[in-house]
């Protein structure tokens, strides 16, 4: 018996669904795979170039200093056969240095990312909220009541980060403030905390005053391994919670109602979320002090080159951070041998003019 030319219920002589699609069907679906593939490889070619790029500025930042080391050398030290002066260097000074650099920098970058992408906001980040502004505040209470205590200050630091998170959620629940209000409830935060910081340096002695300006300049070269294994953890985590919700931060983008249609709990992904890119910033200025901005520049960097994709966005704006902190902590100590250039005033004189761009842009 010769078998119909359509299935169960195709009346009128329909085709089958499992029926092979015309050549002329068929072709447009697969340029359009072509090109999506093409469009993959030359973005994974151009996170391969980055993650280069940041590998090689990684060796030349070990070699550079007030104590030149030859790549040779440097080889030596890396493999255990060179003792002396440059061990001690290598192992003690500029690995943590530049270690702290790159994991602050991919902390910092991601926690920008998503506090942008879950408020809407462009110019959302840890500086534009107040976190790292209670960061300061704590740091310095601490110091002027505990002393110069590392545990202490650090406990403080991120004790007064994570009550500016706690404020800005709270206001966001009860209120239900737009994007834009949160960014200028965080503002106005920051202007409070800077406020209360000016107030306890008046009050401090001469070396607490010193202490705490040098607090707040913002350091990578302050990290022992154990602080920079911490931080990375906590890094790691955040990367791999925000990793596997790039599709409900792909949705949000299209806005709350879309989300909430394709399935999206807002609420408790903005709060999630939130918690997770405000614990990383805590730990990177309760660590290593006040570095404005990264947060704010790495993931419109990384908005230019990938789009808005998360699956993409993500990884990149992490790349980015890193690389960029790590070029502004290098060139401060080519800049000023001995590394007495902290890091966080490079950022700033990076992000200010950024800040200012994305502000007028945003607001014409």
Sequence with gaps: MLKP???????????????????????????????????????RTLMVSLLGVTAFLAVVAVTQGAYDISPGHLL??????????????????RLPRIMSAIVVGWGLALSGL??????????????????SQGAAFGAAAAIVIFGQQMVSVTVSAFAGAMGATAVIMVLASLRRLSPEALILAGVALSSLFASATVLIQYLASDTQLAVIVFWTFGDVARASWSEIGMLTGAVGAASIFLISRRWDLNAMAAGEETAKGLG?????????????AALVAALATAFHGVIAFVGLIAPHIARKLVGGDHGLLIPFSAIIGALLLLTADTFGRALIGSGALPVGIITSFMGAPMFLFLLVRGYR
């Design 5 to 43: 030319s359509w299935s169960r219920g195709d009346a009128g002589g329909k085709i089958s669904s499992d029926a092979p699609l015309p050549p002329s069907a068929a072709a447009p679906s697969t340029a359009v795979t072509e090109s999506f593939l093409a469009y993959l490889r030359g973005k």
């Design 76 to 93: 030596r030290v890396l493999t255990g056969s060179a003792v002396g002066p440059a061990d001690i260097v290598v192992w003690k000074i």
């Design 114 to 131: 998503g506090i942008q992408s879950l408020l809407k906001n462009p110019l959302g980040s840890p500086s534009t909220l107040g976190i």
């Design 264 to 276: 999206v709990n807002v609420n408790r992904m903005r709060l999630y979320g939130m918690l997770a």
